[in-house]
């Protein structure tokens, strides 16, 4: 079959009360910071916290009786288990998931609440599907493929179709790329609704695998991302032709603009996005003249970070500001002396996190020592003020942190 907007449309009806309607937002602060208009679609609350539930949920339907009753395999290290998961134990179908041996373990425990049965195997998700494949064909059982299958692209064109509903005069909607499902299927959507929209997708540096197929390279991606959700080597042929057609541009982010992007959701607009989710966002802020003066839609396809990554990146962020610094201050070992550098540092208002006091090192003379102190500042400017301050008083200090500022007294 050819998908059409049509096929869309009735995917929407069916999914009328087995998924939810996610809403289309406006933001005013993203908007400011973009310099274009921003309309969010919110993908991130959705049921399992992502919108690969709408493929699943199409896809599961197809099935006859004799499919439903042997059961359905699926790949996945994420996103994809939980909507397979979810949708297969409210329809009363037996579903096991392969997972790559180094999934965490939240994530396999949330797929397994889900009423899935988990199997480990493989180091990567590339051998974890092949396993699964595997297990299908020797059992019967259908393989669902998580983008790759023209009624998942259906069901996932119906974020498009959402967003291209809800707000008519878009000028370009913004989708994270993948395997590219949630992408050919809403540009299949947007394009019949609001035919001179722009489609733009983006992808993470490390995994360029459809803009490379597309040129007519062979896709070479790979490395750590905290893009997980778009990290795939081979992107879907059902999809690669709907997004060479539709699609106007793909934009590449790096791993600095992706993970800025997850602190801009967070303290900008209070929401928690994931690293794949935020990178239509992070696509837009390293792009601004190409959407200046547009109304621009972003799909923001997923909320399911790790707690402790994204307190990194928060950490990382405040650092990255100049609001979280660790300077060294070159002091002579005698009594009261830090207690007139903690002094210095409070009176201009920074707040001291930690002190490390280095005496033992050969490069310090013994009775001098390196005090590195850890500073909750406002800005890169009141680093700097605080800097002033402490070499007026006759201190050595220099920043140790990754800012952007790049001062040496």
């Known amino acids: 079959m050819s998908i059409t907007i049509d096929d869309i449309q009735s995917a929407a009806d069916a999914l009328a009360g087995q998924v939810l309607r996610t ?4 933001s005013c602060v993203l908007s400011d910071l973009c310099g274009t208009e921003i309309v969010l679609k919110l993908e991130n609350m959705q049921i399992t916290g992502s919108f690969k539930p709408r493929g699943a949920f199409i896809k599961l339907m197809s099935l006859n009786d004799d499919e439903r009753t042997a059961g359905v395999v699926a790949a996945s ?81 119906t974020v498009g179709l959402e967003l291209s509903s809800d707000v008519p005069d878009l000028d370009a909607m913004v989708v994270p790329i993948g395997g590219g499902g949630v992408l050919a299927g809403s540009a ?35 490395g750590a991302t905290i893009a997980d959700g778009i990290a795939v080597k081979e992107p879907g042929t059902v999809t ?3 997004i060479e057609e539709l699609t106007s541009d793909i934009l590449i982010v790096d791993e600095a603009a992706l993970e ?21 966002l992070a696509g837009v802020l390293n792009n601004p003249e190409r959407f200046k003066g547009m109304k621009t839609g972003i799909v923001v396809t997923g909320g399911n970070i790790d707690s402790r990554l994204l307190s990194s990146i928060l950490m990382r962020g405040l650092v990255r500001e100049g609001r979280l610094v660790r300077l060294r201050v070159h002091i002579t070992d005698t009594p009261g002396v830090l207690s007139t550098v903690a002094g210095l540092i409070g009176t201009c ?14 490069d310090v003379p013994v009775k001098e020592a390196d005090v590195d102190v850890v500073v909750e500042t406002l800005d890169v400017g009141h680093v700097r003020e605080i800097m002033e301050k402490l070499t007026q008083a006759g201190f050595g200090v220099r920043l140790l942190s990754d800012t952007s500022l790049n001062t040496k007294h």
């Open 260 to 280: 800025n992007a997850v602190q801009v959701f967070i303290e900008r607009q209070r929401l928690v996005v994931e690293g794949a989710g935020a990178a239509g």
């Open 188 to 222: 299949i959507a947007a394009k019949a609704l609001i035919p001179d929209i722009e489609i733009i997708g983006v992808e993470a540096s490390a995994f360029p695998s459809m803009s490379q197929v597309l040129k007519g390279e062979k896709p070479e991606g790979g």
């Open 349 to 362: 208002g920074g707040n001291i996190i930690e002190v490390y006091h280095q005496r033992l090192f050969r």
């Open 240 to 242: 690669r032709p709907i």
């Open 77 to 157: 290290a994420g996103n994809h288990a939980q909507g397979v998961a979810y949708h297969a134990h409210r329809l009363g179908i037996p579903a096991t998931i392969y997972m790559p041996e180094a999934t965490p373990f939240t994530k396999v425990v949330r797929t397994e609440l889900l009423g899935a049965h988990v199997e480990l195997c493989g180091k990567t998700l590339a051998e974890a599907r092949q396993f699964a494949m595997g297990m299908g064909e020797r059992e019967g059982l259908i393989f669902i493929h998580p983008y790759d299958d023209e009624l998942v692209v259906t069901g996932q064109g």
């Open 23 to 26: 809403p289309s937002i406006d």
